[in-house]
């Protein structure tokens, strides 16, 4: 079943957890996305952070 619900649920693949609650996921969506991610998976992948650490503001 597919509703809507706070985007927050799923804030663990995030490495900066910072809270949205006004935005709204598809639960079905994101839970099966939630599921298939390897358990430490997260954004920005940790090899890609000291790539994009060096772009300019």
Known sequence: MSFPVTGDLYNRI????????EV???YEVWTRINTL???HYS?????????ISHIPK
């Open 14 to 21: 995030f490495q900066q957890q910072i809270s949205n609650p």
């Open 24 to 26: 709204q996921v598809d």
């Open 37 to 39: 991610l390897p358990a």
């Open 43 to 51: 954004l920005p992948d940790n090899k890609v952070i000291p790539v």
